[in-house]
């Protein structure tokens, strides 16, 4: 899969792995070697522009961190990259609350609609699910049978009927699974050669007519561009949830895998690499893009160096919490951690004894915001020496941040009684105890 993006990938990282540190001159040499292969593999080209200045940015305006070499932090900064254009999250199908849930599966003629339809069902039964599937690929008698053929293959029932009304089959799939207790419906259309009218319009009433928990937009992912645009215009009409990316098992480039997500503004949800029935998978943004770069273990190499860079930081926190010279402005600087971090709990863990008494309590991201404008509204002054904020300090402060000076009192006061709880374990520490606590500021991540 790739192999020829991935090889131009890993030779644009080369020119930056002999080199000291990432200056600015071949930072700017890899990144248009990046914009190539991405071109060259059909990428779009809004898409890749977006993708390299975005990694021009973070290679310039990242620390260098001392024990990967720069090709390998280069690498990881890509790999962060293709992980946000591809979705990052993996996207779960829609159910509806009441069963049957109908899946639509729609796309181009000879995309894989039909094979994919009773892989789904195959996947959904793996899942505990009880599927059905629907012929409503009326025009041709060679795609029912096709799908009443595989759908024998993998045992699930499938609704046929002899008609040339695709919407009719459709909504009688739909009664005969509420009769037959099937909770899930996959009704395979028919496809165009081109997104016509025709086909949009026929999607379109099907779905109106038996409102799908989940529209899928099959796409062959050989046809690179062709295929991105084809999604694009079809959502622009029928306004469908996800995509299947089908044939990544042959000789494709990657462009559409890549662009996909941004042009049309819909996830990739199952990728398909065979004919066989087994080669379905959910899509999980974080591997395809370690299978692009074919480079999963410098991306673990790099996320552990970072963690250890993370230690140096959390190192000094620790001892300006140890000299009890601990103030707002690292406290600020923690919640913006945080932040990045994206939980509160992970802020609560690096208070020493603090994640164990909070183990059980849920703590909402939101009761950081005051806290922030508080802070915000503080003076560098203020915050490295909370002791001199008065009165009118705080009236001052409650003003600017739209809180109650009853509210910044609290603050002040969780504060110091913050730094007496450090003070506490600062004399553990000098008994020798207490280090426990403290573990979770310098964390586990080392590199051997
Ligand atoms: N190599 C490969 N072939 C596939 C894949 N999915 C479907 N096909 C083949 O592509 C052709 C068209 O598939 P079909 O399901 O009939 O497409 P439809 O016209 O959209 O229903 C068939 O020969 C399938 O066996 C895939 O992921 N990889
Ligand atoms: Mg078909």
Redesign the pocket.
Known sequence: MFEDLSSRLESAFKSVAGQARLSDINVAQTVREIRRALLDADVNYQVARSITSSVKEKALGRGVIASVTPGQQFTKIVYDELVDVLGSEKEDIGFSPVPPSVILIA?L????????SAKLAKWLKSQGKNPMLAAADVYRPA?IE?LTTLAGEIDVPVYTRDTRDATAVAREAVLEARKSARDVVII?TA?RMHVDEQMMDEVARIKSLVKPSEILF?VDAMTGQDAVNTARDFNDIVDFDGVVL?????DTRGGAAISIRSVVNKPIKFV????KMD?LSPFYPDRMAQRILGMGDVVTLVEKAQEQYDEVQARKLQSKIMSNAFNFEDFYGQLQQIKKMGSMRDLIGMIPGMSKQLKDVEIDDDTLKPVEAMINSMTLEERRNPQIINGSRRKRIALGSGMSVKEVNGLLKQFSQMKKMMKTMKKMNRKGRGMEGLKHLTGPGRIH
Do not use: M
């Not at 003629?109 to 994919?116: P, R």
């Not at 089908?246 to 042959?250: E, H, P």
């Not at 398909?272 to 004919?275: C, L, V």
């Open positions: 796309g003629q000879g995309s894989g609609k039909t094979t994919f795609a096709q395979d496809g099959v089908t044939k990544l098992d042959g398909s690499t065979g004919e080669t």
